[in-house]
């Protein structure tokens, strides 16, 4: 029976694909709802304590229903549909970032920036020669597969989905074609990596008593006040919330539009970065600079940083879901040898990063600031972001601020940025073995920044 529902389901909306669009809206808008509502239940509650996203779950259920699940009662049509669906709800989380927030003082603030960008910088570029290290001296001897392999690591987990489907057109004209479908599978699971692994982190953090403690009662709280307020003026408030959240996404996609107006001008490779950089960078810029005109103008009450809050939490979750209710399994068994190696070694490169690297440049709420970029370096900015709340639900420390302003600054480089657009191009003139000894002396160059700043702290701590 279960077979059968797919396929009448498919027969229907091949004759119009009209119902196609309306059945995955309307189911995208019952999660919402059901996520809205159900993060509030006790249980829901209890699993977040836990480090448990009720997301990771529902993303199981759906991955479970999904066309390529054990029980196949979603139609393909609709998740492709909702494959396209990460990057507006990744812009829609960015864009909510900084509106609730106070901006934070520039004094004392760039340290921690650039101990963030050097972690995040010392992860990715490290992805490209630990790739390149797999595919030359095991994946080559042994599978002959392309040199090109080398960079699925940073397209796939830093990238994800939105970067590997991108990136598909270059390895084509490179004569890599089927790069798109092994980088979308990379980007699976990484996506998967970083929400399985990173919860784990996060309750074993909290057991080892690595988090910064918080009083567990107010997990899972609303924030709502005693007062007791219309349902009039409850809409009126998401309206408005909402109406910003619009404006900071609408000044990304005004700024994205100016940059590939000229870039044609400067031609190159600032060209072919213009036409893969994602919006949601420049919406958080947008987020930024909106909030500075309200607390210019003294019309922060506009804002409710829980409306704010509770925006980002929710696309953050339906992100997760819809990503893995359209996941490819049968992609994954096809080559999982070499992407097993390379999953692999690109997750112990992030540990490596988790335990080791991040003790070297962070002094302060280390373990929030590394399972942040742990989540980013392995299933893109939104698995940090969501890692980052469940290890600090209530926003206790500074390191969202510092982990958003990071991600501006590191953006344009990685994650389908300048970097991740030369490196296969790199690759094919230069060879593997030229991109990754430059990688790795990069890697070793980073590595030795973290220990001048580790020894700095040091030198601070001595003198006080």
Not at 260 to 270: D, H, S, Y
Not at 328 to 356: C, E, Q, Y
Request: hydrophobic share 55%; aromatic share 10%.
């Amino acid at each position: 029976m279960n077979d059968l529902v797919p396929i009448r389901i498919s027969q229907f909306l091949n004759f119009n694909p009209l119902p196609a669009f309306g059945l995955a809206i309307g189911l995208f808008c019952l999660l919402a709802l059901f996520l809205s509502f159900g993060r509030r239940l006790q249980p829901a509650i209890l699993l977040e304590r836990l480090g448990i996203p009720i997301a990771l779950l529902v993303g199981f259920v759906a991955l479970l229903i999904g066309p390529f699940g054990k029980f196949p009662l979603l139609s393909q049509e609709v998740t492709e549909i909702w494959v396209d669906l990460p990057t507006p709800l990744l812009t829609l989380v960015f864009a909510s970032l900084m509106l609730g927030r106070p901006i934070p003082s520039s004094k004392g603030l760039w340290k921690p920036v650039a101990s963030q960008a050097v972690l995040g910088l010392l992860l990715g570029i490290g992805q490209y020669f630990v790739g390149g290290l797999v595919v030359l001296f095991v994946l080559i001897p042994l599978l002959g597969v392309n040199p090109l392999m080398g960079c699925l690591i940073e397209v796939g987990f830093e990238g994800g989905h939105g970067a590997a489907a991108i990136m598909g057109d270059s390895f084509f004209r490179l004569g890599y074609p089927e790069g798109l479908d092994l980088g979308l599978a990379m980007a699976t699971v990484g996506l998967l990596s970083s929400t399985v692994f990173g919860s784990a982190l996060v309750v074993f953090g909290r057991w080892r008593g690595w988090v910064v403690p918080h009083a567990s009662e107010d997990i899972g709280s609303t924030g709502a006040t005693d007062s007791p307020i219309s349902l009039f003026e409850q809409l009126r408030q998401l309206f408005v919330n909402l109406i910003f959240v619009g404006l900071a996404v609408l000044f990304g996609v005004i700024s994205l539009q100016g940059v590939r107006q000229i870039a044609p001008l400067l031609g190159g490779v600032f060209e072919e970065v213009a036409l893969v950089f994602p919006v949601f960078p420049l919406a958080l810029l947008g987020s930024l600079f909106l909030r500075y005109i309200l607390e210019v103008t003294e019309n922060t009450d506009w804002i409710s940083q829980l409306l704010q809050r509770e925006i980002g939490t929710l696309a953050t979750d339906l992100l997760i879901i819809t990503a893995m209710a359209s996941l490819n399994l049968p992609l994954l068994t096809s080559d999982w040898i070499p992407l097993s190696a390379l999953a692999i070694a690109g997750l112990l490169w992030n540990f490596l990063g988790m335990f080791v690297f991040s003790r070297l440049v962070f002094r302060e709420e280390w373990f929030e600031r590394s399972i942040a970029e742990f989540g980013n370096a392995s299933g893109v900015a939104a698995s940090g972001i969501l890692l980052l709340r469940l290890a600090d639900p209530l926003n206790l420390t500074k390191t969202l601020p510092i982990f958003s302003i990071k991600q501006l600054l590191l953006q344009p480089l990685l994650s389908g940025g300048l970097i991740t657009v030369i490196a296969p191009i790199a690759v094919s003139q230069l060879g593997l073995k030229g991109w990754t000894e430059f990688c790795g002396v990069l890697t070793i160059s980073f590595i030795c920044i973290a220990v001048f700043i580790q020894r700095s702290i040091n030198e601070e701590q001595f003198e006080a």
